[in-house]
Every structure is written in C-alpha cells, then in structure tokens.
C-alpha cells in the first residue's frame, strides 16, 4: 500500500511540476538524510532537467538552472542513478547513514555521433537530433584552422548546397532540399538576420564565430518565430561564461586574399562579463574566367567563341566589429547582454546577372550600426519556466555609384557611352532602418511537457536619395513593412524513446511603397497592402533501437516576401510590392542509425521530403534596353518539390573519418495549365518540367587522417580532402531547348588541407588548396567561380 502511495505522489508530482526535491522537503521527517549536489558535463557546462534518483525507489529530483539538486531519504544502502537527455547516464552505489549529509557531485559525458567530419555531442548535436524535427547540426571546433567562413562549413551537411555569384564578397545563397535565397532564413543565437547587411552573410562571416550550426529542414520549431519554407540555418555562439580568452587567426592566399578575425573576452567573479568579436575580408578577386567579348565595332557578341581573361573591377573588403558587454549569473537573469554591432563594406561590382555583361566601374559602398539588448532567465518567477528576449535596431546606408561614361568588354577595352551609367545612371543612397524583436517563453512541466510560445516583431523602412545633384533629392514616397509572426507549441516527451510535437502559427504582414501609375514609370502615387495567414503542424520521433531513429513531421506553412523580393536592391534586382506569399504544405521523413564497436563508429542518414507550394516566389532574369538585364521576383503558380538525401560517415579511433553526401531533389512546374488564361483553358508547355537554375543532383564526400602526438604530447595533424560533384543543370526553362548555351555543365571540386595544431591547440597552422584540379566552375546563370587557389592560415587560441 506504500509503495501505492509513493507511486501516486510522483506521479501528481510530475503532473504538476513540482520536483521531487521540493515535495519531500516539505514532507521529511526525523531519520532521513539529506543528498545535494551538481551536475555538469564533461565542458563544464551547466545540466538542467537531469533527473538523480535513487534506483528502486521514489526518491529523487530534478536539477535547476544552476545544475544543483537536493532531496532526503531513509538511511540504507543504494543505487544512485543520474540521467539527463543526450549524455550517458551514471550509476553510483552509496550508502546512507543517520544524522549524516551527502555531496554527491556528478559529470555526465555526451552521447557521441560522428557526423560530418567532426565528432558531434550533447552540447551540439544531439540534442538537436533527439527532437521531433529533421535537424541536425555541426560542431565547428574542428574547422577553425581553415579559412572556411560559415557557408562553407554549413555545404559539407547533408541537402546542402552553397551558391555564389563570384568570389570573395560575392552574392551568396544557400540551398537547402531545393529550395534556396530567401527561401532559408539564417538566425545568429535565435535572432532573425533579415536586413543586417551584406557584411554579416554567411559567406563573410568566419567559421570560428560559431560554436556550432544548427540546419532545420522545411518543418521549423515555433520557437524561431518564422516564416521560412525551405528550412533554417542557426548560428550558436560560445555563451558559457570563462574567465578570459583570445583566439586570433590570419590568413593569406591567391587573388591578393586576406583574412583575419578576433576573438577575446572575460567574465569577472561579481558576474560581469564582456566579449569582442572582430573581422575583416579583402581580396582582388582577379581570377581568370572564359567569356565572350564584345565587339565595339559591331555591337555585337560572338557567343560561341569564350576568351580566357583575367577580372578587373571586383575588389572586396569588408570590416566588422560586434562587442557585447553585461552580467551573467544573477538570481535575476543568467545573461543580460548589451551589444554593439559596426560594419562597413566595399565592393566592385564586375558581372551583371549573365557573365557576358562586364562592368568597369560599377561600385556600391556601405556601413551598418546596431545596438542590441538581449536577456534570458531560467525559472523565471516560476519554475520551469525559461525566457529569452531580445531587441536590435539596424541603420544600414548603402550608395550605389553608376556613374561611368563608358563601357567596358573583358579585354578591358572601353567605348564612351551616348549617356552615362554602365547598368543606370545613378548615385543612391538607400538609408534603410530595420527594428527587430522576439521573445520566446518555454514552460516545462515535470520532464513530460513542454510548452512554447514565441513572437517576433520586425519593422523596416528605406529611404533612396540621389546625390547626383548639388543638392540632394530624398524620394517622396518611402518603402515600408511591418511583420508580426507568433507561434504556439506542445511537447509530450514521456521517456527518451519518444516524443511528439504539436504547433499553430499566425503571420501577419504590412507593406507600403510607390507603385507606377503610368506605363512608362513617370509618376508613382503610395500604395500598401496586408496579408495575415494561419499555419500549423506536428512532428515526431521515435528511437526504434537505441541506434536507430525514425522522424516524421507535417506543416501547412507560409512564407511572406522579403524586403528584396519586394523592393529590389536599387540596382540589378528588381522588387514587386505586389508580390503575394508562398504557402506549402511540408513533409519530410528522416531514418538515422548510429553505432559505436570498439574502436568503430558508424552514421548514416536518409530521409525523403515533399513539397507542394502554391504562389512559388521565383527569381528571373528581364532583359533590358540596350543588352542590359537585371533579376526579378515573380510568383508562379505551383511547384513541387519530391526528392532524397543520403548520408554516411565512418570512423576509426580517433585516427581517421570518412563520409559523404547525395542529393537528388527534383523541383518541377506543377501548373497544369498557363497562368492568367482566360475563357479555354491553354495548357502549359512546361507543365512537370525542372524549373529553372535549380540544381537537382549534387554530392560531396571527404576523408580525414589524424597523427596525434607528432612532435609533441599535445600535438595534432590533419590532412583532409574532400570533393563536391553537381550535375548539370539548365539555367533556362527546358521548354527553350536543350542545348548546351542554356546549361551549366558538370562539374567536380577537389580541395586539400593540412593543417597542424601544437600544444593543445594554443598554436595552429594550415595551408588549404581549392579546386585542385583547376575544373571550371559555375552557377547562378552560368557565372564563373575561381580556378585554382592556395591558402595559408596561423592562429592562436589562449584561455583560462
């Protein structure tokens, strides 16, 4: 009847959310003897949630935010068990004595994964994989001794794949299970990187700001309060408080490259806590690329003959600087964080959207402040309730200079222009002022429940302004959105084996611009719009074996524009205020299995995926007066999107790792029949044809040596090489033809690293070669990426 009793108690303890601990602290009575202590993992990282129970009975707690316990007991002898979710449980056997207390401290090691060339734990990955949704993630400590910036890291991920225009600087998307641009929304630490400017891409940004990168797949946790469709990209900082530390690094390489980032910080013992973040990028860009020369005598271009010639006017650099300074660790707030961003940037621009179109001396210069507030606290006047809230305000000011009197060809041959401006004639500046907010709440109740509520708001406005004049010209009419997006979520996790999760969304959208009300563009009168839409959704996991893990996860989700797709860039994009949201309805199923022999360890990954998205917003390239050209943003009708991605890796010891990638993801026209047909309806030629300039097949593998202790206890080589393979793929609708002008070909990239580390890591060097084999590589409509290139690397990394 006790034990019933006992049974009865937990349970309404579970159900309520009060912990064991604090029920018997109310209930003890003379004879039993106090058990505290501290859980923490093996990188001394705080571990709430973990339960410490003594095995057989009803005795036991839960740890707080501060990673501590305490209950009481009877006197006797037992087994002391400590859990928590993603590390390897610990058993302890003890005995209890009267009138006597216990410290029982514990460190819990991670349940490791290998993935993607480096070894994933508990504090990156695999907390991330035993949620519901298709995620993973990956630990960048093994990268930070190459000159990889954060969208290099994130393309050796399964279904990933980088896109750039150009070379240092250049324009960059990711693509993710077939979608890719605006379609991925990228996050630093939860925090939306919508409007920051172009200094903080992915492709800038160096992989030694990261701890790790989180990859959501289509199906994306309320708690990042957005509206992606192809999935999310989340940067995670180091935020665990130490008493200082540096990490410096510079690197140097072919086309006049140099990089360099900083990193130092320190947390003082009254809970004051300050940390720099700084970096810069500079290069030439002079590689050779084939292209067609025009002929100033004629006009004309002679498409089938490509000259090898070398870049011109492609000059990169960019600067950055983010401090954030505040207190960490009090009963009021783990972390209260005030932050100051600085970036400037320059950049030459070379190309138009079609490599046949060269600029001489096309620029566009900028900078960027932010301020921010950030703050979080577990517990927060309740237990298991935990909050984050953060706040930014972004002014960005970009000039785009065109003001040539002439044009240029690859030869760098020059003809004087009838009128000036090489793509327009124009000196703007755009002042664009970006507000962001989010607050997300998580509720846990017992280890069962948890609920999640998020909201983020994001307020923009740009002002163009002609300094082409002596006095400068302000447009009468500025560009305007507002954006609200708030979300609701359950989770029932009754045991590691399985959990499930249930979701509502709520998006809301304002939009204010100039809108032509003449043909030829002459006048413009101020219009806006609002669109607000629902979505929903559910995910779930279940671990069949201990290695083998199952997810399947279902939304009706929406995409609103973004500010490009609506507003252009002012220069080569053009925007449609008009443009209506993507809505799509997502499935994706994931099978992983991973296990560890000895000295072997294996993973592999698969995992389908189905999209059906209506009002597909979809980038085209216009032709213009002249044979000048520029993007555009247009809804088409449906799209489906069906295909795979495989993943394998196998290690050995700690001595080798080996692994790759493939992605076939078909992207198709699911309009059956021409959008605005009117009376008859007139089918659509492309019906179940690819759409355009989406790669549909692409791999990448890669293998790793490790030599411990060469020269030194604490030393390490590493040799790496890896390759990436894309199939060719048309850049134009396959309607137009199949020939090769409308192609861009196979192609394969072999790159090699070696890099090594003495003393533990305090001092590193590494010398990187990219694409090996000089293979001719392109993308977006065929634009040429760099040949052959070398890089060197040293870095420091100091702490206490």
């Known amino acids: 009847m006790m034990k019933l009793y006992l049974a009865l108690v937990s349970l309404l303890i579970c159900l309520t959310g009060i912990s064991p601990a604090h029920a018997q602290r109310h209930g003890d009575h003379h004879g039993r003897i106090l058990i505290s202590g501290r859980v923490v993992s093996s990188d001394n ?128 998307q990711l693509m993710l299970d077939g979608f890719s641009g605006k379609h991925v ?165 070379q190309t138009g959207v079609r490599q046949k179109t060269v600029f001489g001396e096309k620029h566009r210069h900028g900078h960027s402040l932010m301020p921010s507030l950030e703050y979080s606290k577990r517990n927060l006047l309740t237990k298991g309730l935990n909050v984050v809230l953060t706040a930014n305000y972004n002014r960005n000011a970009t000039t785009n200079v065109d003001t040539a009197r002439y044009q240029y060809n690859w030869l760098g041959e020059r003809q004087e222009l009838n009128s000036p401006g090489e793509q327009s004639y124009q000196r703007t500046r755009s002042d664009n002022d970006n507000w962001n907010g989010t607050l997300t709440a998580n509720y846990h109740i017992g280890q069962a429940h948890a609920f999640t509520f998020n909201h983020v708001f994001n307020a923009f406005r740009r002002e163009n302004t002609s300094l082409l004049a002596a006095k400068e010209q302000t447009d009468a009419i500025a560009k305007e959105t507002r954006k609200n997006i708030t979300g609701l979520s359950y989770r029932l996790m009754p045991s590691e084996h399985w959990n499930v999760s249930a979701f509502g969304k709520y998006y809301r959208q304002y939009v204010a611009g100039p809108m032509a009300t003449t043909s030829t563009g002459s006048n413009y009168e101020r219009t806006s719009r609002k669109v607000d839409s629902w979505g929903y959704g559910a995910a779930g996991t279940y671990f069949i074996l201990p290695e083998l893990q199952v997810k399947l996860s279902y939304e009706k989700a929406y995409r609103l524009p973004t500010i490009e797709e609506m507003f252009g860039d002012e220069d080569l994009e053009s925007g449609d205020i008009g443009i209506r949201p993507e809505n799509s309805n997502n499935l994706n199923l994931n099978l992983s299995y991973s296990a560890k022999l000895d000295d072997h360890s294996v993973y592999a990954e698969g995992s389908l995926i189905y999209r059906d998205t209506r009002d597909y917003i979809q980038r085209n390239v216009q032709d213009l007066s002249g044979g000048r050209e520029n993007a555009t943003y247009t809804n088409y009708g449906r799209v489906l999107t069906k295909g795979y991605n495989l993943s394998v890796r196998y290690a050995f010891k700690h001595l080798l790792s080996v692994g790759g990638n493939f992605t076939q993801m078909d992207v198709r026209d699911n309009e059956k029949y021409q959008i605005g047909s009117t009376g008859h309806a007139v089918e659509n030629l492309g019906y179940k044809a690819r759409i355009s300039n989406v790669p549909y097949r692409f791999a990448d593998y890669d293998v790793t040596f490790y030599w411990h202790k060469l020269g030194g206890k604490d030393n390490l080589l590493t040799l790496t090489y890896d390759s990436q393979y894309t199939h060719r793929f048309s850049y134009y609708p396959e309607i137009f033809g199949s020939t090769n002008d409308f192609y861009v070909p196979n192609q394969f990239a072999h790159n090699l690293l070696v890099s090594y580390s003495l003393k533990g890591g305090r001092y590193n060097f590494s010398f990187e070669c990219r694409n090996l084999t000089d293979e001719k590589l392109y993308d977006n409509f065929s634009l040429q990426k760099a040949g052959r290139a070398f890089y060197g690397k040293i870095r420091v990394s100091f702490g206490g």
């Open 45 to 172: 990282e705080i571990i709430d949630f973990a339960t410490i129970h003594l095995k057989g009975t009803s005795f036991g707690a839960q740890t707080d935010e501060k990673g501590r316990y305490r209950f009481s007991a009877p006197e006797g002898e037992y087994t002391l068990v400590v859990t928590a979710m993603g590390y390897k449980g610990v058993q302890r056997k003890i005995t209890l004595n009267r009138h006597e207390r216990r410290t029982l401290d514990f460190t819990l090691r991670p349940d490791t994964k290998e993935l993607n060339a480096v070894t994933v734990t508990a504090t990156g990955v695999s907390r991330v994989q035993r949620s519901a949704y298709n995620a993973i993630a990956i630990d960048t400590r093994d990268m930070q001794n190459t000159t990889k910036n954060l969208s290099d890291a994130l393309a050796t991920a399964p279904g990933v794949k980088l896109r750039e225009s150009g070379g240092v600087g250049s324009d960059m």
């Open 185 to 349: 929304k990228v996050f630093i630490d939860g925090v939306p990187q919508e409007g920051v400017g172009s200094s903080f891409g992915l492709n800038n940004i160096p992989v030694s700001f990261a701890k790790r990168i989180e990859i959501y797949k289509g199906v994306v946790p309320v708690g990042f309060g957005t509206d992606a469709l192809g999935g999310v990209i989340n940067i995670v900082t180091e935020k665990q408080p130490r008493r200082w530390f540096l990490d410096a690094s510079y690197s140097y390489g072919s086309f006049n490259t140099h990089k360099s980032f900083v990193h130092f910080g320190q947390a003082l013992k009254n809970g004051f806590t300050y940390e720099v973040n700084a970096f810069q990028n500079y290069s030439d860009n002079d590689y050779h690329v084939d292209a067609p020369i025009k002929n100033f005598e004629t006009g004309s271009f002679n498409d089938t003959e490509k000259v090898r010639v070398r870049r011109f006017h492609d000059n990169y650099h960019n600067e950055a600087v983010v401090a954030k300074a505040g207190i960490t660790g009090k009963p009021w707030a783990d972390r209260l964080m005030v932050g100051f961003t600085y970036s400037h940037m320059y950049k030459e621009i």
